[in-house]
C-alpha cells in the first residue's frame, strides 16, 4: 500500500466525513465559498469539523477572503489547513501564514509550463502548492484535470498536490505520470454538483492508495 495523501473536498455531513476516514482520506475538505454548491456557513463548517477524526485533517477552502474575516473564520472552525483558492499573492499568501498558525497552501491554475514556471512564486509562502485546472466561471471544482504531462521532469522545490478532475478512473494514471504525492478530489466523487458519493469516495481512495 502507497503512502500516498488523499483530500477529499466540499464535504457536507458526518456520514460523508467518516466514509472518506474509513476509507484512507488524510484530509477532508470544508468550502466556504457562497458560489459554490459545496458552501457551508461557518457554522455549519464548525459543526461539520467535530466529526473529523484526530488522524484527518480538516483543510478549510476559501477563495480571496480578507484577513480579518479569515482569522475569525479559522477560529471558529479550527482547521489544520487553510487553502486559499483565488487570486491571493505571494505576499497576502505569507502574512496569512504568520498570524493564522495553520498549514496554508495556495491552488495554483496551471495549463502550460510557463504557468507551472509562474506558480513557483509562492515557494517559501505557503506549505503546499496545490495545482489545479484554471480557474473558469468558478475558481474551482469544475472537474476539469490538467495536462499531467507538464510536470514530466519538473524538478519541485516545495510541497505539492495534484487536484483538477481526477476520479477513480483517472487517478491511478495521474498518479503514475506525475509522482503526486497527494491527491485532491470534489467533484470526481459526486453524482450531481454538491452531492457526494460515498461509492465514490471508497473507490476513489482505494485507488489512490492501490496506484
Ligand atoms: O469545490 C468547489 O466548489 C470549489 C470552489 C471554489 C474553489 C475551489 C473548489 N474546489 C477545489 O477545486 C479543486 C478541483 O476540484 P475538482 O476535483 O476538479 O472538482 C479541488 O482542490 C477542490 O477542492
Known amino acids: 500500500m502507497s503512502g500516498?495523501?488523499?483530500k477529499i473536498c466540499g464535504l457536507k455531513t458526518p456520514e460523508q466525513v467518516r466514509a472518506a476516514a474509513d476509507a484512507g482520506a488524510?484530509?477532508?475538505g470544508l468550502v466556504h465559498?457562497?458560489?459554490?454548491?459545496?458552501h457551508?456557513?461557518?457554522?455549519?463548517?464548525?459543526r461539520l469539523r467535530q466529526a473529523v477524526p484526530d488522524a484527518v485533517k480538516p483543510v478549510l477552502l476559501?477563495?480571496?477572503?480578507?484577513?480579518?474575516?479569515?482569522?475569525?473564520?479559522?477560529?471558529?472552525?479550527?482547521p489544520d489547513v487553510v487553502q486559499l483558492h483565488g487570486k491571493e499573492t505571494p505576499e497576502t499568501c505569507a502574512a496569512l501564514r504568520d498570524v493564522l498558525g495553520c498549514e496554508v497552501w495556495k491552488a495554483c491554475g496551471v495549463k502550460d509550463r510557463a504557468m507551472l514556471d509562474d506558480a513557483q512564486r509562492y515557494?517559501?509562502?505557503?506549505?503546499?502548492?496545490?495545482?489545479?485546472?484554471p480557474a473558469g466561471k468558478l475558481p474551482g471544482g469544475q472537474g476539469l484535470a490538467i495536462d499531467w504531462s507538464l510536470f514530466s521532469g519538473f524538478k519541485h522545490?516545495?510541497?505539492?498536490?495534484?487536484a483538477g478532475g481526477l476520479t477513480a478512473q483517472n487517478v491511478g494514471e495521474a498518479i503514475r505520470q506525475t509522482g503526486a504525492p497527494l491527491v485532491d478530489t470534489s467533484s470526481g466523487v459526486e453524482s450531481a454538483p454538491g452531492l457526494k458519493d460515498i461509492e465514490k469516495i471508497r473507490a476513489f481512495c482505494r485507488a489512490a492508495r492501490d496506484a
Do not use: N, T
Open 40 to 46: 457551508l456557513s461557518l457554522e455549519d463548517a464548525a
Open 123 to 133: 515557494v517559501g509562502a505557503v506549505d503546499m502548492l496545490l495545482y489545479d485546472a
Open 26 to 28: 488524510s484530509h477532508v
Open 4 to 6: 500516498i495523501a488523499i
Open 33 to 38: 465559498f457562497a458560489r459554490s454548491p459545496r
Open 62 to 78: 476559501v477563495v480571496d477572503m480578507p484577513q480579518d474575516e479569515l482569522r475569525r473564520a479559522c477560529e471558529a472552525v479550527r
Open 157 to 162: 522545490k516545495a510541497p505539492w498536490g495534484l
